[in-house]
């Protein structure tokens, strides 16, 4: 069938800009993506949770913190019809400790594993790797502050990236402190960078006020010159903070991982306390950090005044798979193509392909009995591995033409016992 006419109707819809389709050509690496994770986790004992898109505004600007890009400037917030502000979730962490509290997970055991997988939503500049919508797959650990489960969550982190395929792949760690610690650092580099201030860009100069931890993350060249030499967290942070990091450090070792001090690494995100970390893949260009995440034993006294650690990470899912390599694998081609001419063939075409389906076997017809050259050609771009030819003069006789479209062999076969003899054919080879 022929799509005519729309355009004369109307105007051409099309998404929203840095909305995205993923398309059927697509799809294969993002599934393959989706099945490694949940295997992986799974593996590890995580559970999947899942959560609304739509939540209260309120909790992402307690949860993230109103001083970050996120809640100043990215959030899609709107009022629905009882005058409620609601928020199209711009990361997962904040709902999924919502989740947690409200539904007390705790009651059952005090340590919950969870992961989470679907779009976010930020009003960011779209640009190559950086959507409105995107994906994340979200993986958390409630109830502990052990630096055991730090250790624990980026050996999943990374062996999830291994399996997925990734190479080049650089671990960045960072200890952020504590509530206790961390104002002695943030007044320090306050102090630091005011004296540098003219230097900042206008972003960065608000943050000086509000969040001047966040300076160390601005891309802007002339932000980085300026932080140039700036304290590091790492030399502020207190007793326990340290400690804690170094037995992070210590059973990352003992999983055979190897990282990188990065004292810069601050993260987004208010709520992060102690370890924070990052990997970043050498096969990414700008936007090459391929997640992050970390510890915030804060983000539940923000939400829900109770005192409990967490840790997570979220991997952007565009990024991943724009990773991978193309094509081989991901797209799924059929098995089988019935290529018939005449009415009869066309309804054993139409037998045998249904009965395929069932078996669970990805199975083709042409619907409309075109001609045997023009079902070839499509069997052909469509990519079937083999086709069933039913010529006028073989169906007569009872018999097909099986032809491997890889190694471009042919054989007849009787169509007794067809079904039977393809099962053979596609799955046994
Ligand atoms: P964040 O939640 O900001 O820590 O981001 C975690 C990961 O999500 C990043 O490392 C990216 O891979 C991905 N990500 C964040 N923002 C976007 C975006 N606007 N578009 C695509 N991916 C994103």
């Known amino acids: 069938m022929e799509v005519r006419g729309i355009k004369d109707r109307m105007t051409e819809i099309k998404a929203i800009r840095g909305f995205n389709d993923i398309l059927p050509g697509e799809i294969g690496k993002w599934q393959f993506v989706e099945n490694t994770a949940r295997e992986v986790f799974e593996g590890f004992g995580f559970s999947e949770i899942r959560i609304p898109i739509l939540e209260r505004t309120e909790l992402f600007a307690r949860g993230i913190g109103e001083a970050t890009d996120i809640v100043e400037k990215e959030m899609y917030t709107f009022t629905d019809r009882s005058g409620n502000s609601l928020t199209l979730r ?47 797959i979200d993986a958390e650990v409630f109830g502990v502050d052990n630096p055991m489960v730090d250790a624990e969550v980026i050996h999943m982190l990374i062996h999830f990236l291994r399996r997925v395929g990734l190479e080049r792949l650089e671990l960045q760690i960072n200890s952020l402190g504590c509530r206790e610690c961390r104002p002695r650092y943030r007044e320090e580099l306050k102090g630091f960078l005011t004296k540098r201030s003219f230097r900042l860009c206008e972003d960065c100069q608000r943050r000086l006020e509000t969040n001047p931890l966040r300076i160390l993350d601005c891309k802007v060249e002339s932000c980085q010159e300026a932080i140039a030499g700036a304290p590091k967290v790492t030399d502020y942070i207190c007793e326990q903070c340290r400690k804690h990091f170094d037995r992070v450090k210590e059973y990352l070792a003992m999983a055979g991982l190897s ?7 601050v993260r987004g995100l208010d709520y992060y306390t102690r370890t924070a970390f990052e990997v970043i893949s050498y096969q990414l260009g700008s936007q090459n950090a391929v997640t992050g995440g970390g510890r915030y034993d804060n983000l539940f006294q923000e939400i829900g005044g109770l005192d409990i650690p967490g840790i997570g990470f979220a991997v952007g899912m565009e990024r991943l ?5 193309a094509g081989k694998g991901f797209v799924q081609n059929p098995s089988l193509f019935v290529a018939a001419l005449g009415d009869e063939a066309l309804k054993e075409a139409y037998r045998i392909v249904s009965q395929l389906h069932l078996e669970g076997i990805r199975a083709e017809l042409d619907y409309e009995g075109k001609s045997l050259k023009s079902q070839m050609r499509r069997a052909d771009k469509l990519k079937a591995r083999y086709v069933l030819i039913f010529g006028e003069e073989e169906f007569k006789r009872g018999r097909a033409v099986l032809r491997n479209m890889e190694t471009k ?21």
């Open 90 to 136: 711009p990361e997962a962490t904040a709902s999924m400790a919502r989740a947690y509290l409200e539904h007390q997970l705790h009651s059952f055991d005090p340590v919950a594993k969870l992961y989470c997988i679907g779009p976010m939503f930020r009003y960011e500049r779209p640009q190559k790797g950086r959507y409105r919508q995107f994906y994340q």
């Open 321 to 325: 798979v724009s990773l991978l390599p």
């Open 409 to 429: 062999s042919q054989e007849e076969i009787p169509l007794q016992g067809v079904l039977n003899t393809l099962k053979k054919r596609i799955i046994g080879d």
């Open 259 to 265: 990282f990188i001090l990065n004292p810069r690494m």
